[in-house]
């Protein structure tokens, strides 16, 4: 059963942190890279990282060096960390299984219900 639960999710000051979790169904989890995305009211869904099953990972540039991406295979989940948090990172974060198309990640499965990051003071 394909199966995507994010969690740690809340409400940070500016310059705060919060460290978000994915909890994948171990077919999801085993066999792909895995991406977190966002979405802000009003905006498209972004992908702001991603990490392969090998721990290659590629960050979007608004997140570079503030946002960390890791999987621990033992418990088939995902993790982004978020230091230094702004404003405008507010927003509805989901994982998901991703794929290389054409150069591009895309998202493989239906989406989570997410978990909601708001930073302001």
């Known amino acids: 059963q394909v199966q995507l639960v994010e969690s740690g999710g809340g409400l940070v000051q500016p310059g705060g942190s919060l460290r978000l979790s994915c909890a994948a169904s171990?077919?999801?989890?085993?066999?792909?890279?895995m991406g977190w995305y966002r979405q802000a009211p009003g905006k498209e869904r972004e992908l702001v990282a991603t990490?392969?099953?090998?721990?290659?990972?590629n960050y979007a540039d608004t997140v570079k060096g503030r946002f960390t991406i890791s999987r621990d295979s033992a418990k088939n989940t995902v993790y982004l960390q978020m230091n230094s948090l702004k404003p405008e990172d507010t927003a509805v974060y989901y994982c998901?299984?991703?794929?290389?198309?054409?150069?591009?990640?895309?998202?493989?499965?239906?989406w989570g219900k997410g978990t909601q990051v708001t930073v302001s003071s």
């Open positions: 990490i392969t099953p090998g721990g290659s990972t």
């Open positions: 171990a077919i999801i989890f085993r066999l792909n890279a």
């Open positions: 998901n299984a991703v794929k290389l198309n054409y150069g591009n990640y895309e998202a493989v499965y239906l």
